[in-house]
């Protein structure tokens, strides 16, 4: 099956401060989504992006389909944007990365 | 407008037990889908269902039944509940209009089997 690589795991950041998170996958995909798990458990929907780049506020993915990759943008982080972001892969049925637990102390 | 909504929110069981966990959506959607969430494993697919009357497996079936008797409804069983299926469930549900509408997720049932 599809492999889903998440990094980096853990990451800490000051608020204000710009992040990049890494999605790669092991195979062809049309279908790829960002989601953020908030620390209360709810999953929101961040952006659906098999291909190409999509910019929603602070946050901006683009997805190398030819390569593989997927990277989410935060800038100017804010302490709401603490939680898990999961990038999940596949076609009607998704397979999920393990996640990268974001940080962000005021 | 209410979303996903899962019931319950929480529960215990012991093991050999049975229990239905229930996801209804009010959004029209064709697509419906159940994961479980394990510490450090991310979400891991169940079984899912493209419409009314259809059931599909995931990643991680065994152990688990479902059913989709209503399109609104996404019913989870678990018919001998083991320490394993100690677990935090989600459902979530999607538009048809092809694999890349995007998935919404109800709030989690935490359940805890002893």
């Known amino acids: 099956g599809i492999q889903v690589e998440q990094s980096p795991p853990d990451l800490i950041l000051q608020e204000g401060a710009n992040s990049t998170l890494r999605c790669n996958f092991s195979d062809s995909v049309n279908n790829l989504q960002w989601f953020h798990q908030n620390p209360w458990g709810q999953l929101i929907n961040l952006f659906y992006i098999p291909s190409g780049t999509k910019q929603n506020g602070r946050l901006s993915a683009t997805t190398v389909a030819t390569e593989r990759y997927s990277l989410l943008y935060i800038s100017s982080s804010q302490t709401t944007d603490s939680g898990v972001y999961f990038c999940?892969?596949?076609?009607?049925?998704?397979?999920f990365g393990k996640g990268t637990t974001l940080s962000v102390s005021s | 407008n209410a979303g996903v909504t899962q019931t319950p929110k929480f529960r215990v069981l012991k093991t050999g037990q049975s229990m239905t966990l229930l996801c209804a959506q009010d959004?029209?959607?064709?697509?419906m889908y159940w994961y479980r969430q394990d510490p450090g494993m991310g979400l891991r697919l169940i079984h899912y269902?493209?419409?009314?009357?259809?059931?599909a497996k995931g990643e991680v079936p065994d152990g688990y039944n479902v059913s989709r008797l209503k399109k609104q409804n996404f019913l989870l069983g678990l018919e001998s509940a083991a320490p394993s299926q100690t677990s935090v469930y989600f459902c979530?549900?999607?538009?048809?209009?092809?694999?890349?509408?995007?998935?919404?997720f109800g709030d989690g049932t935490r359940l805890s089997i002893l």
């Open positions: 269902s493209v419409g009314e009357g259809t059931t």
């Open positions: 999940a892969v596949g076609g009607t049925a998704l397979i």
């Open positions: 959004m029209n959607h064709e697509y």
């Open positions: 979530a549900s999607s538009p048809s209009g092809g694999p890349g509408k995007p998935q919404h």
